[in-house]
């Protein structure tokens, strides 16, 4: 199990940039695929963005690709969520996500995470 905290939430103008953390306590980070979700109001958590456990896997939804980029820091036990040219429908709370794993794969599916951090609000004004 690992436990993950986010950070860099804020509010922002529509076509401005955020960059979301997030820390994991594990030691065996570099174990885990990783994964950003977001959950807006009254709405069903989705899925946003997933990195395999190398790193070298990445895939988005497609409401945010060419705007968002997932990275990872094994040095750091942070994985990252760069969000440019950020619209009002991107408001929502972000969580990340861990699933540890032998493939080197990625996952995408909200059931396929066993360890959530607390979310972290990004509000993107018009």
């Known amino acids: 199990q690992v436990q993950l905290v986010e950070s860099g939430g804020g509010l922002v103008q529509a076509g401005g940039s955020l960059r979301l953390s997030c820390a994991a306590s594990?030691?065996?980070?570099?174990?885990?695929?990783m994964g950003w979700f977001r959950q807006a109001p009254g709405k069903e958590r989705l899925f946003v963005a997933t990195?395999?456990?190398?790193?070298?896997?990445?895939y988005y939804a497609e409401s945010v690709k060419g705007r968002f980029t997932i990275s990872r820091d094994h040095a750091k036990n942070t994985v990252y969520l760069q969000m440019n040219s950020l619209k009002p429908e991107d408001t929502a709370v972000y969580y990340c996500?861990?699933?540890?794993?032998?493939?080197?794969?990625?996952?995408?599916?909200?059931?396929?995470?066993?360890?959530w951090g607390q979310g972290t609000q990004v509000t993107v004004s018009s």
């Open positions: 594990s030691r065996t980070f570099s174990s885990y695929a």
């Open positions: 996500a861990g699933r540890f794993t032998n493939t080197a794969r990625y996952y995408s599916l909200l059931s396929e995470y066993n360890d």
């Open positions: 990195i395999s456990r190398s790193g070298s896997i990445t």
